[in-house]
């Protein structure tokens, strides 16, 4: 029996990015790691209503050799133990790897959907950066991208654009009432 999920990205919707000159960058140590204000909130409002979660997460840093996998791998368990996440999917290739993977390909979504019985159809992705939103619409998603205000823009429209992950996780849920 398939499922429902809501894919999650890491960066700036889960765990809290620095920005600098209106561009996201993921943190890259395990002491700088923090989850955003609510995560847990509302990932318990997801799992309440049936999802599975999975984060899908481009982690480039590693490819490129400025950040350890072994420190990525820490901030996950540490995600795991703080949000009741079924699952996190990881690309560790670099920005010109040219793999299937990272987003803006859906291979992340499909892995996830093949080993956890994933209806993608009948899921949502989540994220603040344009690859999030075209990886989710690759793989049949509903989307919903949180505008943080980045200088870079989205590059394909979402299903739904929000402000705030509580905002997000909302529309998640009304979407899915209407659709039920």
Known sequence: MTRSAVFLDRDGVLVETRVQGGKPYAVRSLDAFRLV????????????????LV???????????????DVVEAMHRKMRD???????????????????????????LYDASRVLDIDLSASYMIGDRWSDIV??????????????????????????????????????????????
């Open 37 to 52: 204000a609510g995560a847990a909130r509302e990932m318990a409002r997801l799992k309440a209503a049936g999802f599975l």
């Open 55 to 69: 984060v899908v997460t481009n982690q480039p840093d590693v490819g490129n050799g400025e950040v350890a996998r």
């Open 82 to 108: 703080d949000l009741p996440i079924d699952a996190i999917e990881a690309c560790y290739h670099g920005q010109d790897a040219g793999c299937g993977c990272r987003k803006p390909e859906a291979g992340m």
């Open 135 to 180: 990886a989710g619409r690759k793989a049949g998603c509903y989307t919903v991208f949180i505008d943080f205000g980045y200088r870079e823009p989205c590059q394909v429209e979402a299903h739904r654009a929000v402000r705030t992950l509580n905002e997000a996780v909302t529309a998640v849920l009304d979407q899915a009432v209407q659709c039920a």
